[in-house]
């Protein structure tokens, strides 16, 4: 099928009506510049229109009447001021104690092919605010982000609220929305509900993005698929606390504000400051959710990751073998076994550092423990070099035990409150990265861990989230620091990284506590939950694949029986839950019998061949756990000439016979061979029959991984775009 011809993304203006629209490949999103009424209302954001059509477009408004917000849900950024009751997206308080914003626009600005700006100010308050936009080019992603600016001399400006963007979604006559919530060791379960009348606020409140919720909803009008129907998708780069409040209008209208912070987190603009939101991005497609996230996959490779095209290394991870209780020996031990296995990277995880024997001590207090290691890190990280593998270790830079050297010397770096107890989770209090002296305390000792052990790989952890949480000196807008340490800790990734170009890092939080596209900008992978039982990881690996590639999702096969469920999964199963992300391994290789450690070094093998599909092709959802008795995933290759299906059943329900696999993204003209067992079939048998199954072993936990490749060429292929959904 031929890929349709499409305008390159660009920004398009017609001066005399105000009219901007900005073309994505497949979408576009119209809004106008109103210079009479101080405003940018929003015209449209769906499938691509002309600029002719666009230009004459009416703007939605509602009944005008005294009890009314007549625009509210179609202004482009709407503020706290004149008739309007919706959720605004700039709330503020002057130094007078005055809130109403009276916008009026000063400019449209053309800031480059591919961005455009909206300058604003209050007409008479010193106070401008600018709307940016940006298509970035090859997707259907936009981006936006506010810079507010205090323009005047004298008085504080406090940001109440501050949000990055709000995306008004066209008048259907209902809408579904869609999210991920759960917790620790239950990450990214998706939910889909009907959008009620009011305002719907996912969010968190932790000071980092949570396991809760992650920030990113996802709307339809109810009729869409996996593979069809219109989605529209908003998103935020942010790492710290946040919100995206849903609202639905009685009268019609829906949107969402997008923002970091929540009610109560305010940030002060002294005269002559500014302050730049993180990035908002959205898309729309015609072609279901499955498109959505191949569409946002396909941003983040080109635009977020920073080394999208590296292979992501297999890798071995101490801490579901050893725990707390790491010394040269026993690492060494694993790491022999690692490298048989065919394992390129060992990480040494928690356990390493003066004071850690269990998660009571230690943290603040970063140089190798001394009865564990005594004579230091670089032994164990020059044989795993010998044997071939990279050296990672676990850090967890933003977190300090009461009982540690670091907090006895600066007890005022926590996140604490004058006469407030200092709440301890994890037995562990948070530093406070919104503080230069601590991040720079925090970059000179990661700076010599690094370099003094070789080190290639960090595994970033981040254990509690945020109490009592107040920035020192405090002030009007003492719980700045929700906003601002993430803020920190970008500072010191960014910086550490600009250092060491050839590290790389994961990023966790408690599992998946911090996953978000902002994180992803200076991590290579992150580590999705603590629970890795690889049924229940088929569920967590669902709702993470709606926004986040598989390319970045970290995966480990542990032992069985698992040690958080108990439940027992054979070892293939086990690998091919892991093989849908970034396999690494995570067991106790000291206990695994010559047996398993054969099926395993030969299950790497194979992860090894498929690689580069699973890291870097078109993900196709094609069952999704729990709805019925098989999960499966498909994997194309970028130039579309391999496939590989996963397939697994977690439990065998009234025996054996299963449905054939339809498959996506293949070539209906094209011939397809299973390279196990040399079967042939055509792209279109494959999309429309479907593939027929593998037979299953019998029981539970049952699995199949089938690699194809596309035998003859008739000539060009789906191709990245919708089509290839079809
Ligand atoms: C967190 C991580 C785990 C492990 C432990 C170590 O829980 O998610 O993978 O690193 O910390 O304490």
Redesign the pocket.
């Known amino acids: 099928m031929m890929k349709p011809a499409a305008p390159l993304p660009s920004v398009e203006i017609d001066e005399a009506s105000g009219t901007v629209l900005l073309r994505t490949t497949y979408s576009v999103y119209v809004l106008r510049v109103d210079r009479v009424a101080g405003t940018v209302r929003h015209v449209h954001w769906g499938a691509p229109l002309p600029l002719a059509d666009a230009v004459t477009l009416p703007v939605w408004s509602e009944h005008d009447n005294s009890f009314a917000g007549r625009w509210d849900g179609v202004e482009e950024y709407p503020v706290d001021g004149g008739a309007r009751f919706g959720v605004p997206a700039l709330e503020v308080r002057f130094p007078d104690g005055s809130s109403p914003l009276e916008p009026t626009v000063l400019a449209v600005d053309r800031r480059a092919a591919d961005h455009v700006v909206v300058r604003l100010r209050d007409r008479t308050r010193p106070l401008t605010w600018h709307l940016h936009y940006r298509v970035p080019a090859d997707g259907d992603v936009l981006e936006r982000w506010t810079e507010f600016h205090h323009t005047g001399a004298d008085g504080d400006v406090l940001l109440l609220r501050y949000a990055s963007a709000h995306w008004p979604l066209p008048h259907r006559p209902a809408w579904r929305t869609g999210s991920v919530h759960g917790g620790w060791a239950g990450e990214g379960r998706l939910e889909r509900s009907v959008l009620p009348v009011g305002e719907t606020v996912i969010g968190s409140r932790r000071g980092h993005t949570g396991h809760h919720a992650n920030p990113w909803m996802a709307w339809d009008a109810g009729d869409a698929g996996e593979e069809h129907g219109e989605v529209w998708v908003v998103a935020l780069a942010a790492s710290g606390t946040w919100r995206l409040t849903a609202q639905r209008t009685a009268a019609g209208r829906t949107g969402v504000v997008a923002g970091e912070g929540h009610e109560g987190i305010e940030l002060r603009l002294a005269p002559g400051g500014s302050h730049r939101t993180p990035v908002s991005l959205a898309l729309y497609t015609a072609h279901g959710f499955g498109q959505a996230s191949r569409d946002f996959h396909h941003h983040l490779r080109m635009h977020v990751l920073p080394h999208p095209e590296e292979p992501r290394p297999v890798l071995y991870n101490s ?1 579901e073998a050893t725990s707390f209780d790491v010394s040269e020996d026993n690492q060494l031990a694993l790491a022999r076994r690692a490298a048989d296995l065919g394992a390129e990277l060992f990480v040494l ?2 356990g390493w550092f003066r004071g850690r024997d269990d ?1 009571r001590a230690g943290l603040g207090d970063w140089t190798p423990h001394p009865a564990r290691f005594p004579r230091g890190l670089r032994p164990l990280a020059d044989e795993v070099h010998r044997l071939g593998m990279a050296f990672g270790l ?1 850090v967890e830079p933003e977190m300090v035990n009461a009982d540690s050297d670091l907090f006895r010397s600066h007890p005022d770096w926590v996140l604490h409150q004058p006469d407030r107890t200092a709440t301890e989770l994890r037995n562990q209090l948070v530093l406070d990265f919104s503080r230069p002296e601590v991040t720079e305390w925090a970059l000179g000792w990661l700076r010599k861990v690094v370099a003094d052990n070789a080190v290639d790989f960090l ?1 970033w ?1 981040f ?1 509690r989230a945020f109490t009592e949480a107040g920035a020192h000196p405090a002030g009007p807008d003492a719980r700045r620091v929700h906003v601002e340490h993430a803020r920190g800790l970008y500072r010191v990734l960014d910086r550490l990284r600009a250092d060491f170009p050839r590290l790389r890092i994961e990023a ?1 939080a ?2 998946g506590g911090r996953v978000d596209p902002g994180i992803l900008a200076r991590t290579d992978q992150v ?1 999705p939950s ?1 629970n890795t039982d690889a049924v229940d990881r088929l569920t967590v690996q669902h709702g993470f694949s709606q926004l986040y590639p598989a390319g970045v999702m970290s995966a480990w096969v542990t032992d069985s029986p698992n040690p958080l469920t108990g439940r027992v999964v054979p070892m293939r199963f086990r690998f091919h839950s892991a093989m849908a992300g970034v396999l690494g391994i995570g067991g106790d290789l000291t206990r695994w019998t010559d047996t398993e450690r054969a099926e395993a070094a030969e299950l790497v093998r194979v992860y090894k061949d498929i690689r580069p599909v699973v890291q870097r092709g078109r993900q196709y959802r094609l069952l999704a756990p729990g709805e019925g008795p098989l999960a499966a995933v498909q994997y194309v290759s970028e130039d579309g000439g391999r496939a590989v299906v996963l397939v697994w059943r977690p439990s065998t329900a009234f025996g054996p016979a299963l449905p054939s696999l339809r498959l996506r993204g293949l070539d209906a003209e094209a011939r397809y061979r299973d390279e196990e067992s040399g079967r042939e079939w055509s792209g279109s048998t494959l999309r429309s029959f479907g593939l027929p199954l593998p037979e299953l072993p019998a029981g539970d936990c049952a699995s199949a991984l089938v690699r194809l490749r596309r035998i003859e060429d008739p000539g060009p292929g789906p191709g990245p775009g919708p089509g290839a959904g079809a």
Request: aromatic fraction near 24%; charge should be negative.
């Open positions: 801490w995880d928690d998660d676990w595994k952890d254990n966790c408690g599992g580590w603590d």
